[in-house]
Nanobody, 124 residues
Framework: QVQLEESGGGSVQAGGSLRLACTAS?????MAWFRQAPGKEREGVAR????????YYADSVKDRFTISQANSENTVYLQMNSLKPEDTAMYYC????????????????????WGQGTQVTVSS
């Protein structure tokens, strides 16, 4: 089982930026960021295939958020710019080492390993 540690959440005003980081204890085939706002279902935000670097973004964050990785550190980042109040949520990092699970669930993958979450709050 891969352990995940997230960091970088916080409170910012609309238009501001934050960078989230997620460090995994082992190698993964894919990693992703999801988020869940109060009263809403968890939704995919951004996904990266660690070998190819291929990425996918939710339409709501495209052109504002960037997922990247530091392979030597088993770390993925989520750079969030032009933040909006509707980006307020708990953000979770997921990691998966099995290829077919990364290809399941549409563009997002099915993750067995999750971080504890980091809160992002954007005020207007």
């Amino acid at each position: 089982q891969v352990q995940l540690e997230e960091s970088g959440g916080g409170s910012v005003q609309a238009g501001g930026s934050l960078r989230l980081a997620c460090t995994a204890s082992g190698n993964s085939y894919c990693m992703a960021w999801f988020r869940q706002a109060p009263g809403k279902e968890r939704e995919g935000v951004a996904r990266i295939y660690t070998a190819s670097g291929g990425t996918y973004y939710a339409d709501s964050v495209k052109d504002r958020f960037t997922i990247s990785q530091a392979n030597s550190e088993n770390t993925v980042y989520l750079q969030m710019n032009s933040l909006k109040p509707e980006d307020t949520a708990m953000y979770y990092c997921g990691a998966e080492s099995i290829a077919w699970r990364c290809a399941a669930n549409g563009p997002w993958g099915l993750y067995r390993n999750w971080g504890q979450g980091t809160q992002v709050t954007v005020s207007s």
